[in-house]
């Protein structure tokens, strides 16, 4: 990957210029990467309020980014959240909410506690305060992406931006390395990262044909693996690398479902569309999409709101005249995959868009299928939605036989 680094600093701080709340902004040095690594190890070794040491899990995600900046904050700045977690093992047991409407819902719930006005802690996922005193526990101050930024006429694709707090030492060392020592009131340091993309001409289609096709072991799911031969094939097996291969269609097979046959043929009609490679942040509104001709005994589909996975489901699920409801959670604009590893495919915007949309008034269940790529998040869903939560393909050329499957109960 080549990259005019002038013209793309340029086009970054000009950028980042223009947020409310930036005052000024600079390239950051290669060269202070490990001395800034040094002072949060050593800020980390102090305890948060007596409760227990603090990870800048943050600073370091940023400091792996291909493109790093510092810029001077001041009391205009708005703060994304979660700005530090509390975690037991791997598992979020408590965080920083900064969304006045989001902390009045929580409030109405009987499994949460608030430290303080805006910290909540999840009862059911810890023993508080015993498992913090016991050291089972420990605070992060994690990354937060950078929805704020948006770069005009870029002509290189970036995968995210994202921001983080540095410690108070080393906010200090960051305002005389790169501000002159400014000692204003109300004035901070933040460290934003820039991952791009490994080939920047790469369009998106092509990423997500060669990440999530459907394969043979997936169409084995749907077979009936009884090897009888009447396809042509010597196996079920072999009956499914034909088909992707192209050598062999769905209804040779006598025994096959009529309803998956029909909708596997139609999946291997299908074709999706090219999309442009730099989508970033191009999002669309959270909302209920209603597909075909949904019952209440429709089951209710979550994805994000990356503009480009709503228009790909809409067109798999309706090309194979699939009945859903289709649940858009804010995902601040990134793809699936996107979101779950920078953590913005969150529970609780899942709560957010489940109670704003009143699907619970459209259907007689409280079941949802969540993407494949967001498995590790089922468990906190289920704990903070209440509701049923299965975890659905990997690919969304998969889903609407995933569907049929779930809704004959096999």
Not at 361 to 370: D, G, M, N, Y
Request: hydrophobic share 40%; with cysteine; charged share 25%.
């Amino acid at each position: 990957m080549t990259i005019d680094r002038t013209k793309a600093d340029a086009l970054m701080i000009a950028a980042l210029k223009k947020v409310k709340g930036l005052v000024e902004v600079s390239p950051f040095s290669e060269k202070d990467g490990q001395q800034v690594l040094g002072i949060e190890e050593d800020a980390e070794k102090r305890s948060l309020m007596g409760l227990g040491r603090v990870t800048n899990t943050g600073i370091r995600e940023v400091l792996n980014c291909d493109l790093v900046y510092v810029a001077l904050t001041n009391r205009e700045f708005g703060w994304g959240s979660p700005s530090l977690i509390l975690k037991k093992g791997e598992e979020v047991v408590g965080e920083e909410i900064e969304d006045e409407e989001a902390i009045a819902r929580l409030k109405k719930k009987e499994n949460v506690w608030f430290m303080h006005k805006n910290f909540v802690i999840y009862k059911d996922r810890i023993a508080f305060p015993e498992d913090v005193m016991k050291k089972l526990c420990h605070f992060e101050i994690p990354c937060i992406p950078a929805e704020w930024c948006v770069l005009e006429g870029s002509d290189f694709s970036y995968h995210s931006i994202i921001y983080a707090n540095p410690s108070t030492p080393c906010d200090l060392f960051l305002k005389n390395s790169y501000f002159k020592g400014v000692d204003v009131w109300g004035q901070g340091t933040i460290l934003i990262g820039v991952k791009l993309r490994r080939n920047n001409k790469m369009p998106v289609e092509q990423e997500y044909a060669e990440l999530y096709p459907l394969e043979a072991e997936d169409l084995l799911n749907y077979l009936p693996d009884v090897d009888c031969g009447e396809c042509g094939a010597a196996s079920c097996v072999e009956f499914a690398e034909q088909i992707i291969e192209g050598k062999n269609l769905p209804s040779n097979c006598p025994v096959l479902d009529d309803k998956i046959k029909t909708v596997m043929e139609k999946v291997f009609k299908f074709e999706l569309p090219l999309i442009p490679y730099d989508t970033m942040m191009e999002s669309v509104t959270p909302a209920l999409i209603k597909l075909g001709h949904p019952t209440p005994d429709s089951m209710v589909l979550v994805t994000g709101n990356f503009r480009e996975t709503v228009s790909i489901l809409k067109l798999i699920l309706e090309a194979t005249l699939t009945d859903a409801f289709l649940l858009i959670t804010d995902t601040k604009g990134y793809s699936i995959d996107n979101a779950v590893g920078g953590k913005t495919f969150r529970p609780f915007e899942i709560f957010k868009i489940l109670v704003d949309s009143q699907v619970a008034a459209e259907v007689k269940h409280s079941r949802l299928i969540i993407p494949g790529l967001a498995k590790s998040l089922a468990t906190d869903i289920k704990k903070l939605t209440s509701w049923d939560v299965l975890v659905g393909p990997v690919s969304g050329l998969e889903l609407p036989l995933y569907l049929i499957k779930t809704a004959q109960g096999v």
